[in-house]
Every structure is written in C-alpha cells, then in structure tokens.
C-alpha cells in the first residue's frame, strides 16, 4: 500500500531554512508527481509546488518562488522540501502528497501525516 | 490564478440530514474539480476527483457534481464521523493548485 512518511517536527528561528522530507514507500516512486501543500493553524489548504520524481522537474506556486526548493533522492525513494528566510507565517503543518493516478495529474491522492514547522525567535 | 469561493462557510446539521456543500469557481475549471474532507488534527483525505468520481473506499452518501464554474458535493444522510472541514480544489489551470477556503460541517 502506498505511504509517505514525513520527517518530524521542527523550530526555526526567523531568516532561518528549514527541509522537510518525505519517504515513499508501497509504489513506484520515480512515476508519480509529489506535491507539497502547508497548512497554516486554523487555516485552510495552500498548494506549494510539486516535483517529478523521474525527472527532477518542479513548478513552484508563484508565492513561494525563490523561497522553495524540492528536490528528490531516488535510491532512497524520497522527496524533499525545503524554505529558506523563513518568517513567522511560515508556521504551519507541511504535507507531500502524491498524485492519484497517472492520469489525474493534481489529484491528491495520498497525503504524508504532516510536519509541524514552527518559526519563532 | 483561479479562485475557488466555498458556501456556506459553516452548516449546521443533525446526523441524518443532508448537507449540500457548494463550490464556485471564478472561471471554467472544466471539471477538475476534486474534493477532501479533513477531520480535526487529521490529514485530509480526498472524497471526489474530476467532479462527479467517487476514489476508492469512500461511502456512497458522498457525491459530487457541477460543470464550467459551479460544483456541488452532496452527502445525503450525515452519519457522525462525517462532521468536518470540507475543501474544494482545482486542477484545471495550473500552476498553481487552488484550494477553496472550505466549509465546516457542524452538529446543530
């Protein structure tokens, strides 16, 4: 069965990076896009980006750009996020979520558990 | 950017009743229109893809509907565990994925 595992949670301080991981395990890894979607305390949902895991490929939503980075380590199945100059915002629960299918390419279909990402001086 | 407004933003229900959640977008998102429900301090889970498809495992009181910019999920009789946020999400122009800012179901 398919699986994403997160790592676990973080503190940052202001201006401060922070990398989240995601490990997939139960499928092919390098034929489905990851998605990275946050979640800001009594927020709603706010898509990030997304990485293609075969080819390295990314699209960042336009908010975050110059701040993101996903990347991904194949031999090891895992996709990785990373925001720099982080502000206070910026807390929020950080999920990957995986496509549903080849063909419902932004169907998020499966979700890691989430990592809380705290930013605070 | 498409924008995706969610109505009512709370519905209060008794369990039995039927809830009838709306999404409306602020242009034709051509039926990519995807639905999640999350419960509190959950993750959320996807209930409907491409407007009207039901993904694996979820209960049949759930539907969905709608075309070009208006879309509905239906749950036709609230069972308990079904109290929660609901979110709409299109995939129709991206970059970037829309999210609706969601609607709460609530016990009344």
């Known amino acids: 069965q398919v699986q994403l595992v997160q790592s676990g949670a973080e503190v940052k301080k202001p201006g401060a990076s922070v990398k989240v991981s995601c490990k997939a395990s139960g499928y092919t890894f390098t034929g489905y896009y990851m998605h990275w979607v946050r979640q800001a305390p009594g927020q709603g949902l706010e898509w990030m980006g997304r990485?293609?895991?075969?080819?390295?490929?990314?699209n960042y939503a336009q908010k975050f750009q110059g701040r993101v980075t996903m990347t991904r380590d194949t031999s090891i199945s895992t996709a990785y996020m990373e925001l720099s100059r982080l502000r206070s915002d910026d807390t929020a629960v950080y999920y990957c979520?995986?496509?549903?299918?080849?063909?419902?390419?932004?169907?998020?279909?499966?979700w890691g558990q989430g990592t809380l990402v705290t930013v605070s001086s | 950017e498409i924008v995706l407004t969610q109505s009512p933003a709370t519905l209060s229900l008794s369990p039995g009743e039927r809830a009838t959640l709306s999404c409306r977008a602020s242009q034709s998102v051509s039926s990519y229109l995807a639905w999640y429900q999350q419960k509190p301090g959950q993750t959320p889970r996807l209930l409907i893809y491409?407007?009207?498809n039901r993904a694996t495992g979820i209960p049949a009181r759930f539907s969905g509907s709608g075309s070009g910019t208006d879309y509905t999920l239906t749950i036709s009789s609230l069972e308990p565990e079904d109290f929660a946020v609901y979110y709409c999400?299109?995939?129709?122009?991206?970059?970037?994925?829309?999210f609706g800012g969601g609607t709460k179901v609530e016990i009344k």
């Open positions: 990485i293609n895991p075969n080819s390295g490929g990314t």
């Open positions: 999400q299109q995939r129709s122009n991206w970059p970037p994925i829309t």
């Open positions: 979520a995986r496509d549903l299918g080849k063909s419902q390419e932004g169907v998020m279909g499966y």
């Open positions: 491409d407007a009207s």
